[in-house]
């Protein structure tokens, strides 16, 4: 193999490595950040206060949400309510949206 070669394999698997560790350090959102707090959400979506949030229905989480924007199967996702942050496949809050 060629060094220019190497070099591009290795750049290559160098640069999918740190895009991966960016996604990972996303941070979670917190049930105490104002605009969770806002909207209701929790990372572990049956602590949801039925009392204010009635909607909320055991099957619901954000996994099943049409604003996840995470895989089927993966743990968090982003969600555009929350840039730059990651929620919980298990989170749930009131804009929740059943997917098509
Ligand atoms: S909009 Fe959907 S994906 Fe985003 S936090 Fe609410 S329930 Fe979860």
Request: glycine share 12%.
């Amino acid at each position: 193999m060629s060094n220019r070669r190497e070099f591009i394999v290795q750049f290559g698997l160098g640069s999918s490595a740190l895009l991966a560790s960016q996604a990972f350090a996303q941070a979670m959102v917190a049930d105490a950040d104002p605009q969770a707090a806002a909207l209701g959400y929790h990372a572990d979506g049956s602590k949801t206060d039925k009392s204010k949030f009635p909607k909320y229905a055991a099957d619901q989480h954000c996994g099943t949400c049409a604003l996840f924007q995470g895989k089927a199967g993966d743990k968090s996702g982003g969600c555009p309510l929350f840039a730059g942050k990651q929620v919980s496949a298990n989170g749930w809050c009131s804009a929740y949206a059943k997917k098509g």
